[in-house]
């Protein structure tokens, strides 16, 4: 006798131990008639050790029996409902154990308070061999025949804290294949399956689509959302992102298709009928310094911004008609791996840190460190004198003055060495007494080695029966 399971991951066949356990099978068999085990979810999944499934609440505490089913639906029942039991003892047989991957038992409720333990609706699977520990305590009737690949997908889900799947496995249509028990008194097959889960879970199953039953253009739109925001996760695990949530700003325009020839005052000097700006660069190649043909333009206000991107728009700017859009860059945002040059605010412009303060001596400072940081970025002069007052070290503007001193010395330094190879002569070392003796040293022993040459060289003439001057 066996039951066909259509799960949201494959089929799984069960072939049922009617022989044995006759009771434990019927019960099984006639839930399965009723839909009551249709879209139940597997509501606890341990890996290498079992699935559990055939609770309608998915919570583990509920499920009752075909009987005490029967029971509760009838209405025209002589008995009091209180009289039939939930639960129905439980069919042990020894000889059945959990050896082998894929038995089918009854989980046996325990005992409580004013009603006695048993087996009701509630069944689960294992998914490894040999697991002794559950000999005695729950009720084999059935084994998995077909399905085990359903079973090491089962096997491999992802589960919360309480072992339930994260995307739940629903028992999606019950087929049984061979029933020999006649019908209990009072059992109603329900004309069609249920449609809506019965523990009302928002959680989709493995097979669905939870956007299959919204309009097409709402569908197509929550696609793109959930595919850009996916694209913005990726883009920040790889670095090129601050953080998967960044926006643009929006005082930032982008401006290009501009002539080689244009500069950043220009570009600077036309736009600035819209507002006051902040900053306006037009990028150039770092090697030979020639524009690539567009510029960042940062506004003061959101609003100036917006005027300037619709009446600059296809404007003609040194006989070439520019394309103006709001910048898509973050750049700016992470200053730890941005190439921009850090500008500051013009000279008596109070800068975005120092909003709504009129102290030019801030602004004066702000500028200057910038400059500095830029000098230590890029590269530069850095003899110039920041004209910063001393601060709390006493580090003040006389850091330039100290600077020019420097290069005058290492001027030096080049000059001296220059005149040391025009001359050809050797350089001098710190300790020329001690160099001058090793060097008479190693004179020493070369004329040694020398002399024991021709020494042994005599040698082997007188030897040979040549004549030699020995």
Known sequence: ???????????????????????????????????????NAFFNVSKDFLAQAGDPTAT???????????????????????????????????????????????????????????????????LADNIDYLDGK????????????????????????????????????????????????????????????????????????PLATLPEEEEERIRREKAAAASALTLEMVGDLPFANVRPPENVLFVCKLNPVTRDED?????????????????RDKKTGDSLQYAFIEFDKREDAE??????????????????????????????????IVRGPKRGQVPSGFAGREDLEETRRYRNQATHHHHQKHGGDYGLVFDVPPDQN????????????????????????????????????????????????HRDRNRGYERDRRTRSRSRDGRSGRDGRY
């Not at 003040?396 to 001359?423: A, F, T, V």
């Open 307 to 340: 005027q300037a991107y619709f009446k600059m728009q296809n404007v003609l700017v040194d006989d070439r008609r520019i394309w103006v859009d709001f910048s898509q860059s973050v750049s700016r945002l992470n200053t730890q791996w941005s190439n921009d």
């Open 394 to 441: 006493g580090h003040g503007s006389d850091r330039g003055e100290r600077r020019k001193k420097r290069s005058r010395s290492r001027e030096k330094d080049s000059s001296r060495e220059r005149r040391r190879r025009r001359s050809k002569s050797p350089p001098r070392h710190p300790t020329s007494k001690y160099k001058e003796s090793e060097r008479d040293s």
């Open 1 to 39: 006798m066996s039951v066909l399971f259509e799960t949201s991951l494959g089929d799984i066949v069960i072939d049922l131990e009617v022989d044995n356990c006759p009771k434990t099978c019927e019960n099984f068999l006639k839930l399965c008639k009723v839909y009551y085990y249709n879209l």
């Open 267 to 283: 570009l600077e000097l036309i736009f600035s009928r819209f507002g006051t700006i902040m900053s306006c660069q037009v990028i």
């Open 60 to 126: 583990g505490t509920g499920g009752e029996s075909i009987w005490s089913l029967i029971a509760s639906e009838t209405s025209s029942s002589t008995k009091p409902e209180s009289s039939v039991p939930r639960y129905f003892p439980p069919e042990i047989v020894p000889k059945l154990k959990h050896t082998q991957r894929g038995t089918v038992s009854m989980a046996v409720a325990p005992a409580l308070e004013g009603q006695k333990g048993g087996g009701g609706s509630q069944f689960f699977i294992t």
């Open 138 to 209: 729950h009720a084999v009737f059935g084994h998995v025949v077909e399905g085990f690949d359903t079973l090491d997908k089962i096997n491999e889900v992802y589960v919360d804290q309480d072992g339930r799947p994260f995307k739940d496995i629903r028992i999606r249509h019950v087929i049984i294949l061979d029933d020999p028990f006649p019908d209990p008194p009072g059992l109603v097959k329900p004309p069609s399956s249920p449609i809506r889960p019965p523990d009302n879970s928002t959680r989709i199953a493995e097979d669905e689509d």
